[in-house]
């Protein structure tokens, strides 16, 4: 599976943007870059998913950088329910299945 | 609209029992994905069925572990025979189809005495 590295942990202030940041440099043509986040004793929950153009939704926006080797997950204003673990993986678009695994991911604190 | 929901949330039962845990996906979502998550550690894939099949079924760690969908729908995960090892949060997820964003319950923590 291509990999992506993030910070083990991040800490933001409530109601300041928070960019967290992924990279991915063995990414292939055909993987999208998801991310996920988890909040303490709940499942894992999709936040966004892009290709190659930069994505907005209700929860977040996705930049990806040109050359797709590097993605970044905005939240424009953290608030103290946006603590949770942070997930980016890469799906090959290609299969008709994909099982989701994760690393490690960003443990983000938001501070009062 | 509704979420992927599983039950029980929580079971607690003595080594040696059978235990059988629930999915309901979302409406409409084909493909519904098994996981159970260790303390503290990521996701370990069990399942995958596309409909009522499971053309995955390589991450069941035993044969103490089975897992069915009926009607495209509702999917049962039972493991035999517990040990203390299984002791984990099971989740599940339903995507509308296989390679879609998948949507996770909250899972079923097992604990096994």
């Known amino acids: 599976d291509a990999k992506t590295t993030q910070p083990n942990s991040m800490e933001s202030n409530e109601e300041e943007p928070v960019h967290l940041p992924c990279n991915h440099s063995?990414?292939?043509?055909?993987?999208?870059i998801h991310w996920y986040r988890q909040l303490p004793s709940q499942g894992p929950e999709y936040v966004i998913h892009?290709?190659?153009s930069n994505v907005n939704n209700r929860m977040a926006s996705l930049a990806i950088a040109e050359d797709r080797k590097s993605s970044t997950l905005i939240l424009h204003r953290a608030t103290l329910r946006d603590a949770a673990v942070y997930y980016c993986?890469?799906?090959?678009?290609?299969?008709?299945?994909?099982?989701?695994?994760f690393g490690p991911g960003t443990s983000l604190s938001v501070i009062p | 609209g509704a979420g992927v929901s599983q039950s029980p949330s929580n079971k607690v039962t003595e080594k040696g029992k059978d235990v059988e845990l629930r999915c309901d996906p979302i409406?409409?979502?084909?493909?519904l994905y098994w996981y159970r998550q260790s303390l503290g550690q990521g996701l370990e894939f069990l399942i995958y069925?596309?409909?009522?099949?499971?053309?995955?079924k390589s991450g069941l760690p035993s044969d103490r572990f089975s897992a069915e969908r009926t009607g495209g729908s509702v999917s049962t995960l039972t493991i035999q025979r517990t040990q203390q090892e299984d002791s984990a949060v099971y989740l599940c997820?339903?995507?509308?189809?296989?390679?879609?964003?998948?949507?996770f319950g909250d899972g079923t923590r097992l604990s096994i005495l």
């Open positions: 409406s409409g979502h084909t493909a």
């Open positions: 997820a339903s995507s509308f189809t296989g390679r879609q964003p998948q949507h």
């Open positions: 063995t990414i292939s043509g055909t993987d999208y």
């Open positions: 069925f596309q409909g009522n099949s499971a053309p995955d």
């Open positions: 993986i890469l799906r090959d678009g290609w299969t008709s299945y994909d099982k989701v695994i």
């Open positions: 892009g290709l190659t």
